[in-house]
């Protein structure tokens, strides 16, 4: 697929992504595994892997979308990787897409193995999959989330000592109440008694038992931190 879109470099394109979610804009540049669209605001950086389809046929809507004016928020030398995205981009304002239909504003603070560390104004300190991330925006030097100052949204580093993979850390918080993905279902949340055989054990209020495939967790944050 690589080099299917370094030909489309320069081109309005419109991507089919999982949950029925399309982008349309002008593809600006191609990594080894992600992707620079401009959308005619933002330039959004997309994981090759969730893309399911690529049409160059455009609404007329999406067709009138403008080239950029200025460059990526981004400066790199080298090849991009998601990786490299993530890298140059720590501690840099940030909106991160993950599942549903909310963005998620804040920065990032840490990369490791499988699992990237995000501190949100909303959602606070939350441990992202890469899997599961589906694009990113940097936002300009300007722009700070919901036009918070300094003082309320410091830019602060994670003081706790994190496992090099996503699902050594969840272990590491057993008994801890537990919000995984974003709390889009009560069976979310709850006291985190196990992670067994890929599988996360959690207790939810009611006191119910309910298994979660680790697959499929997305983001996971800790209410006390």
Do not use: C
Not at 80 to 96: A, Q
Not at 112 to 125: A, L
């Amino acid at each position: 697929m690589k080099s299917i879109l370094k030909k489309m470099i320069g081109e309005k394109i419109k991507l089919q992504l999982p949950g029925k979610k399309t982008l349309a804009g002008m593809l600006i540049e191609v990594g080894s595994d992600v992707l620079v669209l401009f959308d005619g605001k933002d330039y959004l950086y997309l994981p090759i892997v969730h893309i399911q389809n690529i049409t160059t046929k455009l609404d007329p809507n999406e067709d009138e979308i403008s080239a950029p004016t200025g460059t990526p928020n981004i400066d790199h030398d080298e090849e991009l990787s998601l990786r490299k995205v993530l890298n140059l981009g720590k501690g840099m304002f940030t909106e991160i897409y993950i599942t549903g239909n909310q963005p998620i504003p804040g920065y990032i603070s840490s990369i490791m193995n499988n699992y990237f560390v995000f501190y949100s104004p909303v959602y606070k300190t939350m441990l992202v999959s890469l899997n599961h991330l589906k694009w990113l925006i940097p936002y300009t030097a300007s722009q700070r989330p919901y036009s918070l100052t300094n003082q309320q949204l410091p830019l602060n580093p994670l003081n706790i000592s994190l496992a090099r993979t996503l699902e050594v850390q969840i272990e590491k918080m057993t008994n801890e109440l537990v919000i995984l993905n974003i709390g889009e279902n009560p069976n979310f949340i709850g006291k985190l008694n196990s992670l067994q055989n890929n599988f996360i054990e959690l207790i939810t209020a009611r006191e119910e038992t309910v298994y979660l495939n680790m697959q499929h967790v997305q983001t996971v944050h800790f209410t006390n931190l």
